[in-house]
């Protein structure tokens, strides 16, 4: 079976990127049916204020944010997250997995102090609390092993 492939002009959607620089950049390539906005990630555990400004999304795909937020905060996000999906939609939520992820191969380049590596078990324990129904949940990992993508 094939990837789905789609084309720039045939997705549309917003995206939040945390770098400035990337804000910057998509000024520089415009796409007509794709915004970048600035908006801070926390504010996401408010539904009615998220769903004001974004309305419901078919996927929605967190990258390199989760694993720096504490439980209580992130169980509130990954609600909201679920409650965004329109019917049939998709979150993509990668962790990195604490018992698979070397933690040397960061800190070695940097202080990598804010990262919150949990175990699988945990990271299912945080989809339930969230009231995210495991039917729903599909889990992969990347090719290491060491990235779980929920």
């Not at 609390?129 to 599909?138: E, L, M, T, V, Y």
Request: glycine share 6%; net charge negative.
């Amino acid at each position: 079976m094939q990837p789905a492939v789609a084309t720039l002009e045939q997705l549309a959607g917003t995206l939040s990127p945390h770098d400035p620089s990337t804000l910057l950049l998509s000024n520089a390539i415009p796409i007509d049916n794709i915004s970048f906005v600035k908006y801070n990630a926390l504010r996401i555990v408010n539904l009615e204020r998220s769903q004001a400004r974004f309305g419901l999304q078919d996927i929605i795909y967190s990258t390199g944010l989760l694993d720096y937020i504490s439980d209580e905060p992130l169980i509130a996000m990954l609600q909201t997250l679920y409650h965004l999906l329109e019917p049939g939609g998709t979150l993509i939520a990668p962790f990195k997995d604490r018992r698979a992820f070397n933690t040397n191969y960061g800190q070695w380049l940097c202080k990598w102090d804010a990262l919150i590596l949990r175990t699988e078990e945990c990271v299912d324990e945080l989809f339930a609390r969230a009231g995210i129904p495991a039917a729903s949940i599909r889990k992969t990992r990347e090719r290491t092993g060491t990235i779980i993508f929920y």
